[in-house]
């Protein structure tokens, strides 16, 4: 009999998966990306600087628990420090790593007013370890300070 996780268990959650390098944008006082003509296309300004980018947040449904205390910890090989959360998925389910971020109570914001550019400290957790079983996969997570 396969173990199935309890719908009624599960919590609506977003993720980001991380898409590498991306420009740094010039932004004018009020926070809007600063874009000049060129060849009568508009293009935003660019500083020359770079950050790690993430695609927009896609919904899904997880079960989030709070740390199960030391002996969940040393199962990880971790110390009980080291994290904040855990996430128990169906196997296979969601293509999260280590480089990538929740929102579970937060709401996802921007860092601009085109909503394309996900503020980062906005997530509520990054993903600490990824822990593969037969039926789900369980992450640690690691609550972003905000």
């Keep these: 009999v396969r173990m199935r996780l ?15 390098e991306v420009p740094i944008y010039e932004r004018d006082e009020s926070g809007n990306i600063v874009y000049i003509e060129v060849d009568g296309q508009r293009v935003p300004v660019e500083t020359g600087e770079t950050e790690i980018g993430y695609t927009n947040p896609i919904d899904f449904r997880g079960n ?61 957790y990054s993903i600490k370890r990824v822990q593969p079983s037969l039926n789900f996969t369980r992450y640690l997570l690691k609550r972003i300070v905000k």
Excluded: C
Aim: glycine letters at 6%; aromatic letters at 6%.
């Design 6 to 20: 309890l719908e009624k268990n599960k919590q609506n959650l977003k993720y980001a998966l991380q898409v590498g």
């Design 64 to 124: 989030i628990a709070m740390s199960g205390g030391e002996a969940e910890a040393k199962s990880f090989g971790v110390d009980i420090s080291e994290y904040d959360a855990i996430l128990l998925v169906e196997k296979d389910r969601i293509p999260i790593d280590e480089t990538s971020l929740l929102w579970h109570m937060s709401e996802v914001k921007y860092v601009d007013k085109q909503n394309t550019i996900v503020d980062k400290k906005s997530a509520d």
